[in-house]
T-cell receptor, first 114, second 113 residues
Framework: GDSVTQMEGPVTLSEEAFLTINCTYT??????LFWYVQYPGEGLQLLLK?????DKGSNKGFEATYRKETTSFHLEKGSVQVSDSAVYFC?????????????FGKGTHLIIQP | SQTIHQWPATLVQPVGSPLSLECTVE??????LYWYRQAAGRGLQLLFY??????ISSEVPQNLSASRPQDRQFILSSKKLLLSDSGFYLC????????????FGPGTRLTVT
């Protein structure tokens, strides 16, 4: 079956540091890939997405590139802020007519220190 | 624009009591609807999904059930809660677009005592 693997953390960085959160996946076919962010006590928010190989998703300074050859979708940000502290989930959808749930990684807890 | 509501936001219930959590979506028609549970370890578990009124698929057999009485309403229920039912319950919706992303509600924090 499909699976998503990401570092669980916590990942602790200083403000303005460069961020990378690794995500690799296994799936049949050509999945769509997503990054979600969850702030404490809230639901998940879609951060960015990519639907085909070499697509780059970007939003709020975050970027991730769909790498089919390495089955990866690493999240990056050039300069993190304290407000970026949250849990980040990598996820995939294998299409399935849209009727199936997403396959999520276990989430990476990111802590940004001032 | 589309919005998704969940209530209640928090709930404390004794073991053996019934449960009803409600989710409604506005601004879209015939969405796919989902219930997830997030335990303390942060991972998300898909519980149920629905592609239309009265159509429910269960991913994990357990103490819970779901119903979809209206196009944009999704209800999670239990007749008798267990301690292990505690968690953060998230409702989500999607439409049959090319990428199938899902949009999540604010969640319900359930504590079974």
């Amino acid at each position: 079956g499909d699976s998503v693997t990401q570092m669980e953390g916590p990942v602790t960085l200083s403000e303005e540091a460069f961020l990378t959160i690794n995500c690799t996946y296994t799936a049949t076919g050509y999945p769509s890939l997503f990054w979600y962010v969850q702030y404490p006590g809230e639901g998940l928010q879609l951060l960015l997405k990519a639907t085909k190989a070499d697509d780059k998703g970007s939003n709020k300074g975050f970027e991730a590139t769909y790498r089919k050859e390495t089955t990866s979708f690493h999240l990056e940000k050039g300069s993190v802020q304290v407000s970026d502290s949250a849990v980040y989930f990598c996820a995939l959808s294998d299409g399935g007519g849209g009727a199936d749930g997403l396959t999520f990684g276990k989430g990476t807890h990111l802590i940004i220190q001032p | 624009s589309q919005t998704i509501h969940q209530w209640p936001a928090t709930l404390v219930q004794p073991v053996g009591s019934p449960l009803s959590l409600e989710c409604t979506v506005e601004g879209t028609s015939n969405p796919n609807l989902y219930w997830y549970r997030q335990a303390a370890g942060r991972g998300l578990q898909l519980l149920f999904y629905s592609v239309g009124i009265g159509q429910i698929s269960s991913e994990v057999p357990q103490n819970l059930s779901a119903s979809r009485p209206q196009d944009r309403q999704f209800i999670l229920s239990s007749k008798k809660l267990l301690l292990s039912d505690s968690g953060f319950y998230l409702c989500a919706w999607s439409v049959n677009s090319g990428s199938y992303e899902q949009y999540f509600g604010p969640g319900t924090r359930l504590t079974v005592t």
